[in-house]
């Protein structure tokens, strides 16, 4: 491509100036955008970029002094590799009952103290015990200069702990185990020309709300400038911050793809087009989804007001006339023996 013949032409289009990078956070600025892009895609890149955490624990044996539970939770919080996390399927989208190697990865512990001391296990002590796409992926995110990883916890003399844990596909939408960040920063217009804030001061502003490193990327305003009413952010700072299971850059890539397949999604709901660039992979279950778009969807078409997604005749509400439910009668209406079992 000709890149002297584009001189002259409007630079329009989303754009990204990185402004630092490490192996673990990187800090950009987004520009050509409004508010609502901007802002989606810090959520996206919040809950709903995929990753690999221990969702299941099969305890075989425990007889260190923390219950089950405990350790289960402390496990599920253990940063796994995510690498080409794409290639492992979602359980609800797999054929399996439970589990398999193509919706999950299994690792097992087992650590088993014979001395007088206290044995600390670590992450490290995770071990991946099934298929996996590539030798990363599901293995416990280390960054110590030690190389132990988090602390699983403590046993004593003759204390034995052994379980197989498996690890699964989600999103921290679900929850915060599957998160891909522990930070997000986000700010526009640090001058606060626009005055979206209203601070709260009692001498001076300026000194007691100090500028953030952000402001020395545009100019301050003009004292006596008059207030543009039609002013529009423009200009967007995010500071992304990995736990380690994904590379900073890879976790905004994969932002802007479940963006893409989100926005793909909804063109094509509305548009009714299923021919057009293949299958969309990103389907949001909607309740009219859930009859295969039958009489019961939201606005459908039946006559006399809203009815259920579930398609069950039910056109009374359930504070009154035994409206209806999937599960039968609510307890407010026909079904005088109370709640339902």
Same mark, same amino acid.
């Given at each position: 491509m000709d890149y002297d013949a584009m001189d002259g032409l409007e630079d329009t289009g989303p754009r990204v100036t990185v402004r630092e990078a490490a192996k673990s956070s990187v800090g950009f600025v987004l520009t050509n955008v409004d508010l609502a892009f901007a802002n989606s895609l810090r959520r996206i890149i919040l809950a709903e970029v995929p990753t690999m955490a221990i969702d299941l624990v099969e305890?075989?044996?425990n007889t260190s002094v923390l219950a089950d539970e405990f350790i289960a939770h402390r496990l599920g919080l253990i940063p796994l590799n995510s690498k080409d996390v794409d290639s492992i399927l979602y359980t609800r989208d797999c054929d399996c009952e439970q589990y398999c190697d193509n919706c999950s990865i299994t690792l097992t512990l087992h650590a088993r103290c014979t001395s007088n001391e206290i044995m600390k296990i670590y992450a490290r002590d995770l071990v991946v015990g099934s298929v996996t796409p590539n030798?990363?992926?599901?293995?416990p995110v280390i960054s110590d200069a030690e190389g132990l990883g988090s602390v699983i916890g403590k046993l004593r003399q003759g204390q034995e702990l052994r379980m197989k844990c498996i690890a699964k596909k989600g999103i921290a939408k679900e929850h915060a185990k599957w998160a891909p #960040?522990?930070?997000?920063?986000f700010e526009y217009d640090p001058h606060n020309k626009l005055r979206h804030l209203d601070l709260w001061y009692e001498d001076d502003p300026i000194k007691e709300w100090p500028k953030s490193k952000n402001a020395e990327w545009e100019e301050p305003p003009l004292e006596g400038a008059p207030f543009n009413y039609d002013a529009q952010p423009s200009e967007f700072y995010f500071d992304v911050e990995s736990i380690g299971n994904l590379e900073p850059d890879a976790v905004i890539q994969q932002g802007i793809k479940v963006m893409q397949q989100k926005l793909a999604a909804v063109i094509q709901e509305l548009t009714g087009d299923e021919g057009r660039g293949g299958e969309v992979e990103y389907e949001p279950r909607s309740p009219g989804a859930m009859n295969g778009g039958a009489v019961g969807d939201y606005g459908g078409g039946i006559e006399g007001g809203y #009815? #259920?997604?579930?398609g069950n005749g039910g056109n009374?509400?359930?504070?009154?006339g035994g409206g209806q #439910?999937?599960?039968g009668a609510t307890p407010y209406g026909q079904n005088n023996g109370g709640w339902a079992a």
């Open positions: 305890v075989e044996a030798d990363q992926i599901g293995r #960040t522990s930070a997000v920063g #009815t #259920t997604p579930y009374a509400s359930a504070w009154g #439910t999937p599960y």
